[in-house]
């Protein structure tokens, strides 16, 4: 064996040794192992081979399916939802590829939690026990300003921003302040070799001098790359807040309890300006909070780090001269600054204005067509946008005159100074730091050496003191950013707060004044969801005003049944609250009194409201037809294309797919469809949802009869109980009873009565005995007539003479 191991290995190479021992080991070993044992080495091998084979053809396979699933909800602009209510959608990516982005949707338990920050702000009265964290007054107005209103508000606004220690948020603003260190860091080095740069040049030193031209281009690569990464992080953590808090708002501002309405017809804290509040003021407001943390972070570090080298190398008393120069500038400026919050918050509402009356003409483009009221509408736009002028030209006045100001405090005064506090050294050495230590240290003989010295410690410092300088600039212009981010972080608290108000319903009559009848703080009916028909109790139908005035009580007391079956048609004239019964039912107006039972939801078991006027979302066709699902809600509960052809054939629709482009068309569909098309597609969504209750509001007004009768026969016939409002008679055969409503010697009145019934009867004959009545004098009404006539064609003259007819006159008789 040893000498098999010679003869392989001739050199004695002890690694090449090694591995032949080994080599003949494995040999002996596999020699004396049964061949059973190799055979199951072999299998277990083989099938590891397809197990992970198979494995990876299945990810591969799960990949592909989960792109095409993308490529398709992405066209299709739907998404997945989550046992826990998250939300999967995909979004464009580089190419064609897609990303997946989960939505987590704000849990009831934050709000609850942060409830008491938007209620209760500092100086705000309790009315309820010390835990009632929903006994609150609505937050007190406050004046936009640097105040501890503000500071409660911002902080608030962050807990939401930043709701985690380990969150996207925290690292976004950890790598930022990692990189504003840099950049410190990077100014005192840059600062020393300026120094060392102008030392050398003076002193004739070649090398010495490229040598730092180098390190020079090297340092001013490594800043450009930290100024870029500080803007491009702000950026991030700005479009990082905004989408916390848009997520936020949203969650609570679309919600079951119908938010978005009330904010707008019943809170009215914030008037018509919600999309102001969210699209425009919330931008500015993340920007403002993003950049607030560069403007006030890297100026403190600045401040600090340049003010101890500035110690070591002018002395205490050079500190003592920056400090006191930094604290007499800081209340110059606060005293003579302009209320910039105030100023914002201003313009933001004037903007908003401005911006509500071209989206109210854009709204209602057709109708001023009509009228011919593009000429006043141009004045009220005219008279909104000179208002906004003269706001924003008064800003920018007052901005010249502090600008102005700020340039001869910041940059010259403090330049001049900057002189002064470097040359203490020269002129002062004994109170001149490390730089006076250095004069003394010097002997006379040494004079050239000296002035190098001196010409690298003054760059330095003066480097320095630049650097100071723009640090306690940017101090003193984030004074003026400060006071715009108060009027920003105002109109975004005041929206979250009024949100919060209007979800948890917590509304308190002004201090010293006592609750109006019908306002929302006397709220006091009870609504019962769940129920098996609908059902009002002694219910006072109100018209609501907003908050905190009361409303206008259309009918004192109102109470009926509708069991399923039982179909309702509720008539009467005009403004006698009809339209009412259907907003208090859907839970839009408040029950102020009394009892409401009704279903609890869209389905087969709930209710369902057609207004007179049908919404047309965006999207396609086949959207139309289900809304509000969508495309994936439909394909989850098995319903096929098929059945909505079917659907749409039924309300004499069926034309539709084919003229428009099929089910995939997308259009701007109000536009698109007629009045009474789009009252159809109404009725539709009504037959694919199925409910167990149907609330027509003026539903078919645009419908004619024949084809409205066929409508109400096909819900019928699909088990839907109807409950209609109308003012068309011809309705009657198709319900059970009805609820009529008028106006009386004592007010408002009702009565509830089953159809065909002899009492209705009885009313039906005297309405034609009234009418026979009036065909009597159909006669003597053309008599009169005829001589109302006559006497508008005569024309006299002023001596009293009868002239003949004109020829106009002539002709038309």
Request: proline share 4%.
């Amino acid at each position: 064996m040893a000498a098999q191991s010679t003869l392989r290995n001739p050199r004695g190479d002890p690694l090449v040794a090694l591995y032949t021992h080994y080599s003949d080991l494995f040999r002996a070993y596999a020699k004396r192992s049964s061949r059973t044992t190799r055979l199951l080495a072999t299998v277990s091998l083989l099938l590891s081979i397809i197990a992970s084979g198979y494995g990876g053809y299945n990810w591969l396979r799960a990949q592909a399916k989960e792109r095409a699933q993308a490529r398709r909800l992405l066209r299709r602009n739907s998404g997945i939802r989550g046992k826990d209510g998250s939300r999967i959608i995909y979004v464009p990516d580089k190419g064609s590829t897609t990303s997946k982005v989960t939505i987590h949707p704000t849990k009831p338990t934050t709000f609850d939690a942060h409830r008491r920050l938007f209620l209760n702000p500092p100086g705000s009265t309790r009315l309820g026990d010390a835990n009632d964290t929903v006994s609150q007054t609505p937050p007190l107005s406050t004046k936009p300003g640097l105040n501890l209103a503000f500071l409660h508000q911002f902080l608030s606004l962050l807990s939401i921003m930043v709701p985690r220690w380990n969150s996207k948020e925290t690292g976004l603003l950890m790598g930022h302040g990692v990189f504003l260190l840099l950049r410190t860091y990077l100014s005192l080095v840059v600062a020393r070799l300026d120094g060392e740069i102008v030392r050398d040049l003076v002193a004739g030193k070649g090398r010495a001098f490229i040598w730092g031209i180098v390190k020079w281009c090297g340092i001013g690569t490594l800043a450009s790359y930290t100024n870029a990464m500080i803007k491009f992080l702000q950026s991030k953590v700005s479009i990082a807040f905004r989408t916390r808090l848009t997520r936020y708002i949203h969650d609570l501002y679309l919600t079951g309890n119908n938010n978005y309405y009330k904010l707008l017809n019943l809170d009215g804290g914030i008037g018509q300006d919600a999309d102001q509040f969210i699209t425009q003021d919330l931008t500015l407001f993340c920007s403002a909070a993003a950049s607030l943390y560069s403007s006030l972070g890297k100026p403190m570090v600045d401040l600090l780090v340049f003010n101890y080298q500035l110690y070591r190398s002018l002395g205490p008393l050079a500190l003592s001269g920056i400090l006191t120069g930094y604290f007499s500038t800081a209340a110059v400026l606060r005293r003579l600054s302009p209320p910039f919050g105030r100023l914002k918050a201003v313009e933001g509402k004037r903007e908003g204005d401005f911006r509500g009356l071209h989206t109210r003409l854009l709204a209602n483009a057709e109708e001023v067509s009509f009228y011919g009221g593009a000429e006043i509408e141009r004045v009220f736009l005219a008279k909104s946008f000179k208002d906004l002028q003269r706001w924003m030209e008064g800003i920018y006045s007052l901005k010249i005159r502090y600008n102005m100001l700020e340039d001869i405090i910041l940059k010259y005064s403090w330049s001049a100074f900057g002189y002064l506090i470097t040359s203490l050294p020269v002129f002062l050495p004994a109170w001149g730091g490390l730089g006076g230590v250095m004069e003394l240290a010097d002997d006379a003989s040494a004079e050239t050496g000296r002035e190098r010295g001196r010409m690298k410690e003054f760059i330095t410092n003066k480097r320095l003191m630049l650097s100071l300088a723009d640090a306690g600039g940017r101090m003193m212009y984030s004074i003026k950013d400060i006071s715009e981010l108060a009027g920003y972080t105002s109109r975004v608290y005041t929206l979250i707060s009024t949100l919060h108000r209007v979800h948890a319903n917590t509304y308190y009559p002004p201090p010293g004044r006592p609750t109006e009848l019908y306002s929302l703080a006397d709220d006091q009916g009870t609504v019962h969801s769940g129920f098996d028909g609908v059902r009002l109790e002694q219910v006072p139908i109100v018209a609501p005003s907003l908050f905190p005035r009361g409303g206008d009580e259309l009918l004192e007391s109102l109470s009926f049944v509708v069991h399923s079956g039982d179909h309702l048609l509720i008539s009467g004239p005009n403004g006698v609250g009809k339209s009412a019964i259907a907003r208090i039912l859907a839970g839009l107006w408040p029950v102020y009194r009394g009892l409401v039972s009704r279903p609890r939801a869209i389905g087969l078991e709930g209710i369902m409201f057609l207004p007179q006027r049908p919404y047309l979302s965006v999207g396609t066709l086949r959207d139309q037809v289900i809304y509000p699902h969508t495309e994936l809600d439909m394909h989850e509960a098995g319903r096929t294309e098929a059945e909505l052809q079917a659907i749409l054939q039924d309300v004499h629709l069926g034309y539709l797919p084919q003229r428009e482009g099929g089910w995939d068309a997308r259009k701007e569909w109000k536009d698109v469809l007629s009045g009474g098309e789009k009252q159809r597609m109404a009725m539709a969504r009504l037959f694919y949802h199925e409910p167990r209750y149907g609330f027509i509001d003026e539903g078919t007004s645009a419908v004619s009869s024949d084809v409205e009768g066929l409508l109400y026969e096909r819900a019928k016939e699909r088990g839907i109980t109807l409950i209609t409002v109308s003012t068309r008679a011809s309705l009657k055969k198709y319900h059970t009873f009805n609820l009529t409503m008028g106006l009386g010697a004592d007010g408002a009145q009702w009565e509830f009565d089953r159809i065909g019934t002899d009492k209705e009867k009885l009313s039906v004959e005297k309405e034609l005995q009234e009418l026979r009545k009036r065909l009597d004098n159909v006669e003597e009404w053309k008599r009169r007539r005829a001589e109302i006539d006559l006497e508008l064609r005569t024309v006299w003259t002023e001596g009293g003479e009868e002239l003949p007819p004109p020829p106009y006159a002539e002709e038309d008789s």
